[in-house]
């Protein structure tokens, strides 16, 4: 079964910085593109930033390209996500997913497994 665990979200004043990880099992990674979305209060679920697993290709979502960056170490099956310069407004639930496709895709109706969610909060 593919599962996947996001960790590491928590409470940081603007300014400051998160890693976020998703540990990734059950699939062939390199067959599989991944990604971070993110849902606040009341609103929809968005692409944070994707990643292609064979190549490292990725793309990110205008609100966070400087600020973010998405990796991926495939011989533990892990996906990262560095948040620096963190803002209140991206105070949200932040999930990691799984698309089996070499098409780096931002939608997140286009991924079919996702983890739980962790919690991140930045205060102003």
């Known amino acids: 079964d593919v599962q996947l665990q996001a960790s590491g979200g928590g409470l940081v004043q603007a300014g400051g910085s998160l890693r976020l990880s998703c540990a990734a099992s059950?699939?062939?990674?390199?067959?599989?593109?991944m990604g971070w979305f993110r849902q606040a209060p009341g609103k929809e679920r968005e692409g944070v930033a994707n990643i292609r697993n064979s190549d490292g290709n990725t793309r990110y979502s205008d609100s966070v390209k400087g600020r973010f960056t998405i990796s991926s170490d495939n011989a533990k099956n892990m996906v990262y996500l560095q948040m620096n310069s963190l803002k209140p407004e991206d105070t949200a639930v932040y999930y990691c997913a799984a698309l089996y496709s070499d098409c780096v895709t931002a939608s997140p109706l286009d991924y079919g497994y996702w983890g739980q969610g962790t919690l991140v909060t930045v205060s102003s």
């Open positions: 059950g699939f062939t990674f390199d067959d599989y593109v």
